[in-house]
């Protein structure tokens, strides 16, 4: 059964700074790999996703995917608060195309 | 903006009773699903459509049923509530081919008393 985890919990940052978030998971066959975030009170919002490793950038954001260490990570350059939200990371193995998400890292942009 | 509405925002059930809570899309999605969430931990997925198909996860095949009678509204039943089904309840939709991508529904808060 497909693990996936997050860290941090929680995470908070001056405005400006470059964030950086985790996620490991377990299923050496997973296939799809995506951010969504989750501002309070509003619906889970899909952010970015990559299928294959290596980077993918659009506007502040980076995904990185290195499939050989089961991890993949989200950075985002020049924070803001706007940005302060939880993170969901969430995986999909081939077999079943179900995302499977982690636990969330709350993060706080401090002004 | 959203285009995945659910209903009601919030409920308060007694221990033992029946919950239903609904969800309709706008986006003539083939694919529904109900996710379980509650604090600090991750959403789980209940169970989903495909088109007519239902699909439930193992572990909440007895607790949960869901009906989708047409291809824009789904619901989540439970048949008697318990304290551990107080949780918020997120529901998706996505069109299979599209890149799984989730479109989310700002929830159902259930709690049970």
């Known amino acids: 059964q497909q693990k996936v985890q997050q860290s941090p919990e929680s995470l908070i940052v001056p405005e400006g700074a470059m964030t950086s978030l985790n996620c490991t998971f377990s299923?050496?066959?997973?296939?799809?790999f995506a951010w969504y975030r989750q501002h309070s009170g509003k619906a889970p919002k899909a952010l970015m996703s990559?299928?294959?490793?290596g980077e993918k950038e659009e506007g502040r954001f980076t995904i990185h995917l290195n499939k050989a260490s089961l991890h993949f990570s989200l950075h985002i350059r020049d924070s803001q608060p706007s940005d302060s939200a939880l993170y969901l990371c969430?995986?999909?193995?081939?077999?079943?195309?179900?995302?499977?998400f982690g636990s969330g890292t709350q993060l706080t942009v401090m002004p | 903006d959203t285009t995945v509405k659910q209903n009601p925002r919030y409920k308060l059930a007694r221990v033992g009773k029946p919950v239903n809570l609904i969800c309709s899309q706008t986006?003539?999605?083939?694919?529904m699903y109900w996710y379980q969430k509650k604090p600090n931990q991750a959403p789980k997925l209940l169970l989903f459509?495909?088109?007519?198909?239902?699909?439930r996860e193992a572990d909440t095949f007895e607790k949960f049923q869901s009906s989708r009678p047409n291809n824009s509204f789904c619901s989540l039943y439970i048949g008697s509530a318990g304290l551990e089904y107080s949780a918020m309840y997120l529901c998706?939709?996505?069109?299979?081919?599209?890149?799984?991508?989730?479109?989310f529904g700002e929830g159902s808060r259930l709690i049970v008393v």
């Open positions: 998706a939709s996505s069109r299979r081919g599209s890149g799984n991508t989730l479109y």
């Open positions: 299923d050496s066959a997973s296939q799809y």
């Open positions: 986006m003539n999605h083939d694919t």
């Open positions: 990559i299928f294959s490793n």
């Open positions: 459509y495909y088109d007519k198909i239902l699909n």
């Open positions: 969430a995986v999909a193995s081939s077999g079943s195309w179900q995302l499977i």
